[in-house]
C-alpha cells in the first residue's frame, strides 16, 4: 500500500487529502517570517527573513510550475482559488485571518506593512520590524555598550531622565522611510499622501507625543497625546513632576510632584 496515511497519537486519523486531518492544536505551530522557537531543536539563531511575504497558501497537493507563475502573474485569479486551499491569508487587513474557509486563523505581530503586488503584504525589514532586539556587539571604536534596542514611532526632540524612567516627547512619525524611499525610487505616487502627512506631522499638525520608557528594557510605561509639540529639550523633572514647554508657548506640568 503506497497511499500516505497520518497517525495522530498511535491513531489512524485520516487517509489522503482531506479538509481537515487533525483536530487538536500542534506543539509545534507553523511561523511565518521567523522561526518563534519551538521544540524542534536547541538552537538560538531565529533565522529572520528580510523582504515582502504578499500572500500565503497553503495546498494538500503539489501545485505545478505552470499554475504557480499563472497564479503569480494574475493574483485576481490566484485569490479565487482560495477555497481551494486549507489556508489563504492575503495580509491585506493585515491580519492572518485564514481567507480559505477553513478556519485556520493564525496572528501577526512585531511585522512592519508594506505594498504588495496586490494590496498590502507583510514587510520583514532588516532589524525585525521594529520592538526589543538583542544588544548588539559594540563597534570596535565604540566604548558604548547598548542593553537594549527599540525602535519608537515618534521622533525625539525632548528628553529627560526620571530615576528608572526615561521620559521621551516629540511629533509621531507616521512614515516608514525604508519602505517609503523604495516606493520613490520605484515612481510609485502611492506615497506622496504619507509623505504629506509626515510634513504636517513635524510642523505640528497632529500633536505630540509623550512616552515614559524603562531604562532597563525599553519597555513603555505609558504613553500621552501632547496638544502641542516641545520646544527642543524643553523637558525638565522637578519635584516629583515633568514639566514641558511647548512651541506654542506654554508650559505644561504632568505630576502632582511635592515638596512645594
Sequence with gaps: DKSMKLYVDGELAAQGAAPALIDKMPLQPLDLGMDAGGSVGDYRDTFRFTGLIDELRISHRELGAEEIAARFADPEKARAANPDAVLACSFDTPSGRDESG?????????????????????WFRKRGGGGNAKPAAPAKASYVERDWNHRVDLFAQAMALAGDTLLVAGPPDVMDEEYTFERIMAEDDSVDAVLEEQRAALKGASGGVLMAMSVKDGGTAQRLKLEALPVWDGMAVARGALFVADREGAVTRFGKGGGE
Excluded at 102 to 122: E, M, P, R, S
Design 102 to 122: 477553513h478556519g485556520n486563523d493564525g496572528t501577526v505581530a512585531g511585522v512592519a506593512v508594506g505594498k504588495g503586488k496586490l494590496g498590502n503584504a507583510l
